[in-house]
């Protein structure tokens, strides 16, 4: 009886994964806003890094925790203030970017539901209220 085949390998393997986070990071680098979240001049290591991040949790290569530990993806995010906006731009460039490499629609479902599960759970910071904005909470 054989194992069964991890989505890593269902989807195509190393080269779905170069072509996914390829076509991410091609939007972030066009989006000013999103781009001022990455403080190396080049997106190159911050691409790897993804990448190797999302081959591991679909059950690629184990390269991610053997070179970085583990992902501590809140920790790691800590730093930087994700806003409920900067999210919907970061789910926007990924979007596009699942939907340039066409996935089987179930495994383009599963993928999606994860990353939209994890871009929610990394916001740490609302979005700045500026000087004179009014409340119209009621508060």
Request: hydrophobic residues 35%; glycine residues 8%; aromatic residues 12%.
């Amino acid at each position: 009886m054989s194992e069964p085949q991890s989505f890593y390998d269902a989807v195509g393997g190393a080269d779905t994964f170069h072509r996914l986070v390829a076509a991410f990071y091609r939007g972030v680098a066009a989006d000013p806003e999103l781009r001022a979240m990455y403080p190396e001049e080049d997106l190159g290591p911050a691409e790897v890094r993804f990448r190797m991040f999302l081959e591991q949790y679909w059950g690629g290569p184990r390269t991610y925790s053997e070179q970085r530990g583990h992902p501590r993806l809140r920790m790691r995010h800590n730093p930087f203030a994700v806003t409920p906006s900067a999210r919907d731009r970061w789910l926007g460039h990924m979007r596009a970017a699942l939907d340039e490499i066409g996935l089987e629609p179930d495994r383009d479902q599963e993928i999606w539901t994860y990353l939209v599960m994890a871009a929610h759970s990394m916001v740490n910071t609302d979005e700045p209220q500026y000087p004179g904005a009014i409340d119209v909470s009621g508060n």
